[in-house]
């Protein structure tokens, strides 16, 4: 009988190069203003959520008598949802960054075209 | 010893089983005592997060390997868990500084062994995982049942520390479970590296026996040639 790691071996994906991967990812792109602002923005936001997790943390362990907070512990909630909220939030921008390169790749090209006509 | 005659530990197909039974245990009745304890959804959402969403991911991790998809992008999912995993050392890091406490720093130190232990196993032989040079790094100097007894050891001093500080019953029983959990999850782990290992091995062995037969029919076609000119 195959276990489970024989069956994984035959029907397994390789992962593909790091190389392949950074190839793929820098392909395109000169990003605009509002896509790398996108980008910094959310790495901003990533340092702050874990730093935010630290400074307002999470009760572990609350006192049977007078109900208060003996331990604390890191709030991974709290990073999470922020790290949530920062996605979607720079996801947004990066957005409108991407409808402003698409509104002037057709600006460009109707101009071009116009050019074009008059000639 | 034959394939069929594994013992239950042994066998990837009944550890994935039982932590899958065991995770789903440790995630309904953390979730029902925190609801006997009369907290407010907020509250409970709040510990599902905190406490239970890297079990709930686990689980998801184990449900998935167990289907087709799960097997195809067997490595795809290994990578994220190791992101979890990261994320779960770096909570536990700042935990430390939250509450200073031996058993936040086991909890950190069994955090960073099996994070470790997770990427020595499963990331270090893979295209990236070569890329990356894991393979000449201390983490690989490491013998694989080391890594296992030392996180043995130290879930069960975590396990120790907790039944010792814990007040209510409930709370004994999780940690039980915790602990089960982690040692199977580690045991997971160990037989993974195990398999490669044994994989590796084989391939070497086939290697060096075609070796040995090219070797030979070329040192037999020599004595031949050999032979045909001393009888010219």
């Keep these: ?119 | 010893m034959n394939k069929n005659e594994k013992d239950w530990f042994d066998s990837p197909n009944i550890i994935t089983s039982l932590i899958i039974g065991f995770l789903i245990v440790i995630i309904i009745l953390s979730q029902s005592f925190a609801i006997q304890n009369h907290l407010g959804f907020a509250d409970v959402f709040r510990s599902i997060l905190n406490h239970n969403s890297i079990y709930l991911i686990t689980l998801a991790y184990f449900i998935l390997i167990k289907t087709k998809v799960g097997k195809k992008y067997f490595d795809y999912l290994n990578i994220i868990m190791s992101v979890i995993l990261l994320l779960a050392l770096i909570a536990s890091l700042f935990t430390i500084f939250q509450s200073f406490s031996l058993a936040s720093i086991l909890s950190l130190c069994s955090n960073l062994l099996i994070t470790l232990y997770f990427i020595y196993a499963f990331i270090s032989k893979t295209v990236i995982g070569k890329d990356l040079g894991l393979t000449s790094t201390p983490i690989v100097d490491i013998k694989n049942s080391q890594y296992f007894y030392v996180l043995c050891i130290i879930y069960s001093v975590i396990l120790l520390v907790n039944l010792i500080s814990v007040s209510e019953f409930n709370d004994v029983i999780i940690a039980l479970l915790e602990a089960i959990y982690s040692i199977l999850f580690a045991r997971y782990v160990y037989l993974y590296k195990e398999f490669i290992d044994y994989k590796d091995q084989v391939e070497s062995t086939k290697e060096k026996a075609a070796n040995d037969k090219k070797e030979e029919t070329k040192k037999t076609k020599e004595s031949k040639k050999d032979k045909e000119d001393k009888e010219v």
């Excluded at chain 1, 793929?24 to 790495?43: C, D, G, I, M, P």
């Excluded at chain 1, 996605?87 to 075209?113: H, M, P, Q, T, W």
Aim: glycine content about 6%; charged content about 20%.
């Design chain 1, 1 to 119: 009988m195959k276990d489970l790691f024989d069956e994984i071996e035959e029907q397994k994906k390789e992962l593909p190069k790091l190389k392949k991967i950074s190839n793929e990812v820098t392909k395109r792109h000169t990003y605009n203003f509002y896509q790398s602002l996108a980008f910094w923005l959310f790495a901003f936001l990533f340092i702050t959520g874990i730093i935010l997790g630290n400074v307002f943390p999470a009760c572990s362990e609350v006192s049977q008598v007078l109900s208060t907070c003996t331990r604390t512990e890191y709030n991974l909630s709290l990073t999470l949802l922020f790290w949530l909220g920062s996605f979607v939030f720079c996801s947004f921008i990066y957005a409108i960054g991407e409808i402003v390169r698409l509104l002037n790749s057709i600006n460009d090209k109707l101009s071009n075209n116009i050019k074009g006509g008059k000639k």
